[in-house]
């Protein structure tokens, strides 16, 4: 991985382990979408799960759930994150977790050794997502699944929007994330394609939402945190100010009104 992408990377898990504890009840829309990953994956023995970027454990312990696995390994850079997830993983018996602390790119984790991969909200932060699939591929044995679920194309467009008309303007950084986040259908499947996968099945989910603003922002301050790290305070209050003032602004009755996409893809690696 070359240095910036690495740096970027460490601050994307530093700002995931600042704010693990309110992770779970800031993104519940996530936990959802995690539910019907999982509830769409094909009735089989799955003896081994690799849940990368696992987080909290969300996704591992819904897989848990429905297909009682032997062993879980989770894979995440943010050991705050981490952290939670053992807290959750105390109270399971019958299956053996381990969690280990290191990026998508750089998993100690044996090729060829997973039933199934899984990888849940994290794809947008993984600088080079192609080669991610390719890792995440190579884990898996022969006749094995992939499992993924990202932000989708036109995620929170309005949200952008805002930001971009924001005068003094915002970094440029902060709306410049969505070009890199979101994930179109086609995009997915060449992704796919080019680490060997067979797409099964690959759609997205669009929702309309109403948000009160300060929930929204404080999802934002969540998932986002590390995109203002080492910026001035009174810089830093300027901008949350200005942002709040415009959604409300533009806000209804019911919050701020926003699109959310998610893109969900399941495939199989050739038996
Ligand atoms: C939004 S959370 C999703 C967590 C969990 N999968 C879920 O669905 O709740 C994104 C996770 O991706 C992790 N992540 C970020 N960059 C990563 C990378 N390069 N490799 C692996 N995981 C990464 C973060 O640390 C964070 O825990």
């Known amino acids: 991985m070359e240095e910036s992408a690495r740096a970027r990377a460490q601050q ?152 971009e008309s924001i005068d003094p303007p915002v970094p440029a950084h902060w709306p410049a994330l969505y070009d890199t986040a979101p994930t179109s259908e086609r995009q997915m499947h060449g992704f796919l394609d080019s680490a060997g996968l067979k797409a099964i099945d690959v759609w997205i989910e669009r929702r309309f939402r109403q948000t009160p603003v300060d929930d929204f922002l404080e999802r934002m301050r969540v998932v986002a945190s590390h995109l203002s790290e080492g910026m001035d305070t009174d810089e830093l209050e300027g901008h949350q100010r200005r942002i709040r003032e415009a959604m409300l602004a533009q806000a209804g009755p019911n919050g701020f009104e926003y699109h959310f996409s998610k893109l969900f893809a399941i495939a199989a690696k050739p038996a």
Request: proline letters at 4%; hydrophobic letters at 45%.
């Open 12 to 163: 994307v898990a530093a700002g995931f382990t600042e704010s693990a504890s309110d992770y779970e009840g800031a993104v519940r829309y996530n936990l959802d979408g995690v539910r019907r990953l999982v509830a769409a994956l094909p009735e089989r023995d799955y003896s081994e799960l690799l849940d990368v970027g696992c987080g909290t454990g969300w996704s591992a312990l819904t897989f848990i759930a429905r297909f009682g696995p032997r062993r879980v390994i989770g894979v995440d850079p943010a050991s705050g994150m981490l952290d939670v997830f053992r807290e959750h993983a105390q109270k399971l018996d019958d299956v053996e977790i381990d969690l280990i602390e290191a990026d998508v790119m750089n998993m100690p984790v044996e090729p060829e050794s997973a039933d199934a991969v899984i990888c849940t909200m994290a794809m947008h932060w993984f600088a080079d997502k192609a080669g991610a699939v390719r890792e995440m591929a190579a884990r898996l044995r022969p006749g094995g699944l992939l499992a993924v679920l990202a932000g989708g194309e036109g995620v929170e467009a309005e949200y952008r929007q805002l930001l």
